[in-house]
């Protein structure tokens, strides 16, 4: 084969490529030829007969003309600038049109999924759309790629305060729990003495927002137990104690349930024991069980707890009293101190929880059969998740801010925040039917 040949054989290639490349411009400047006669049908006849744009138009501060390919173009004033023809002037578009909207897709995936800015200096080479920054942000939201890497979690308009959170109380008698670490924990203060790994355990008070913290040596539930132990030995034994789905925390809930359901049945049968033998008593469990006669002349078992939080360990607070004090009455004198720190709670910390700090709007909720992603900060976005809504579990409001998920292993309970929503065609078709609703009022 000869050199000429080859060099021929190039020419014809490169001629082609030349043609193919003008059969496709050829194609695109057809298909938004029809594009404009359907949407800009009274501006292109006016432009063509040389009138004035209708009053309504919105092309009046384009100054349309008739250029290259039979399109309506923008009369630019970069008309000296340096630039190519179909950047001085762009080909006008309108922004309702699917075909456009394909086409902006097209320019996110050459653009390798960028964002609306780089889309749209992309497009602002060769077209001008109209309501442009709202269709190129539009599609980059429903782009489920950067959904995924944008992990955008959900929020719902923040919920009332539950009424253990404004309800008077003993101290952590409303308890929130959660941990933190792992920590260096130095349990020696010897010469050369190793650091173990450690966690914490920190109790909230939700009425007051006492906290108060205890050390854990690792995440089993029999460490977790132990430190739960301790904060009953000092604060008293919380009446409700909330906290996340944690491994240890669902594990040691088991396990009290188990130990209670044992414990009741053994006091069921001390009571029919007692009760068999003629004897009316209760059993109680305080620091050094004790036994009291139903009798009203006996009185408590005296525990340390009595001069640390004021009573016992296991029993609830007493009611606050509103009534008028009397200072004859010396009992009276010491309960009345103490509501008087409620009285001023409520008049001065509780009305300060009125005003919400953040998740201002009420949002669209999750349906069943949503797509979203399970946030995970342990790993990337791209290995997190996919799960799909099973059910919804409103407040009290009707608001959606816990849902449950099925992922392709298991099915969790989960807040909002934790899961981020793909978008969907719907989500899509719904869009373009809200925007034509607001083209069409203004």
Request: a positive charge; aromatic letters at 8%.
């Amino acid at each position: 084969m000869s050199l000429s040949s080859v060099a021929g054989g190039c020419r014809a290639s490169e001629k082609d490529e030349d043609d193919e490349k003008d059969e496709w411009r050829e194609a695109q400047f057809l298909c938004l030829r029809r594009v404009q006669a359907h949407h800009f049908k009274d501006d292109l006849e006016a432009v063509t007969a040389g009138d004035k744009l209708p009053k309504k138009s919105q092309l009046k501060k384009l100054h349309p003309f008739i250029g290259n390919g039979g399109l309506l173009r923008v009369g630019s004033r970069l008309q000296h600038a340096p630039l190519p023809y179909d950047e001085k002037f762009p080909i006008i578009l309108p922004g309702r049109c699917l075909i456009v909207r394909r086409l902006v897709e097209l320019a996110h995936e050459d653009t390798l999924h960028g964002g609306p800015q780089l889309m749209r200096a992309h497009l602002g080479r060769m077209f001008w759309i109209l309501h442009g920054p709202r269709i190129v942000h539009a599609v980059y939201q429903n782009c489920v790629r950067c959904a995924r890497f944008r992990a955008a979690a959900l929020e719902q308009l923040m919920g009332p305060l539950p009424a253990v959170r404004v309800t008077p109380g003993r101290p952590f008698q409303a308890t929130g729990l959660d941990s933190a670490g792992p920590l260096p924990v130095l349990f020696s203060r010897g010469r050369k003495a190793p650091s173990t790994k450690g966690y914490i355990a920190i109790f909230i008070c939700m009425v007051v927002r006492a906290v108060h913290v205890e050390v854990v040596s690792d995440l089993t539930t029999g460490a977790f137990l132990a430190a739960f132990s301790r904060f009953c030995a000092r604060r008293g034994r919380p009446a409700v104690l909330y906290s996340d789905n944690a491994t240890t925390f669902k594990g040691a809930a088991r396990e009290l349930r188990e130990l209670f359901s044992e414990g009741s049945n053994l006091t069921e049968l001390a009571r029919n024991f007692y009760a068999e033998k003629g004897h009316g008593v209760e059993i109680y469990s305080p620091t050094g069980a004790t036994l009291r006669r139903s009798r009203p002349e006996d009185f408590e078992a005296l525990t340390p707890a009595h001069f640390l939080v004021g009573t016992s360990l296991l029993d609830y607070p007493e009611p606050c009293d509103n009534r008028t004090l009397s200072f004859t009455n010396r009992w009276r004198l010491l309960r009345g101190m103490r509501d008087m720190f409620w009285s001023r709670w409520r008049q001065e910390v509780l009305s300060q929880m009125q005003q919400r700090s953040k998740w201002l709007t009420a949002r669209e909720s999750l349906q069943p059969g949503d797509m979203v992603l399970l946030r995970d900060d342990l790993c990337t976005p791209s290995s997190w998740p996919l799960a799909r809504v099973v059910q919804v579990h409103p407040g009290s409001d009707g608001l959606v801010r816990v849902a449950t998920i099925k992922t392709a292993s298991s099915t969790f309970t989960r807040p909002i925040v934790k899961l981020i929503k793909l978008p969907t065609d719907g989500d899509a078709e719904e869009y373009h039917c809200r925007l034509k609703e607001k083209e069409k009022t203004e």
